[in-house]
């Protein structure tokens, strides 16, 4: 592992612990060359993923594409970041238990939609908007009325 710092090879774990969701380790490591310490996280590599798109093409999973997403629906709302990394992690988790090498666009916007109604009203019709494309006022508002029954 190079330290970011001097990019030196010569790093030392001093220090590991499982994270709170039990799918990862969090590593603390010090660069022997100019001391300074920083973190590591360890995942399990899991089973390559491609995201079948609407226009039919396929592109590899990527955690960071939802989570742009949500960041985006939660944009000053008062929702806390560890919250926001429980629901990511939750929905990654919710992906890859399906077992599936090929996941459609269309069910992961789902999966997010689901997690964010539980999460925050405001946050879930943010994400609607811009998945479901509403194209006017009312194809908004019918979606707002679906949220309130």
Do not use: W
């Not at 594409?65 to 629901?87: F, H, N, S, T």
């Not at 090498?101 to 789902?110: A, V």
Request: proline share 3%; hydrophobic share 30%.
């Amino acid at each position: 592992m190079k330290c970011p710092f001097c990019n030196q090879e010569n790093t030392r774990v001093v220090d590991s612990r499982p994270v709170e969701d039990n799918n990862s380790i969090r590593r603390r490591r010090m660069c022997d060359a100019c001391g300074k310490r920083f973190t590591t996280y360890e995942k399990i590599e899991t089973i390559p993923l491609s995201v079948i798109k609407k226009d039919q093409n396929r592109e590899q999973y990527s955690r960071s594409k939802i989570q742009d997403g949500v960041l985006r629906a939660c944009y000053k709302r008062p929702i806390p970041v560890k919250k926001i990394e429980e629901m990511i992690d939750s929905i990654e988790g919710e992906i890859f238990n399906t077992e599936e090498r090929e996941i459609s666009s269309t069910k992961i916007g789902e999966i997010v939609m689901e997690h964010l109604r539980s999460l925050d009203a405001v946050a879930y019709v943010r994400f609607a908007s811009v998945y479901r494309e509403f194209k006017d006022v009312s194809t908004f508002m019918d979606e707002l009325k679906k949220f309130m029954n």
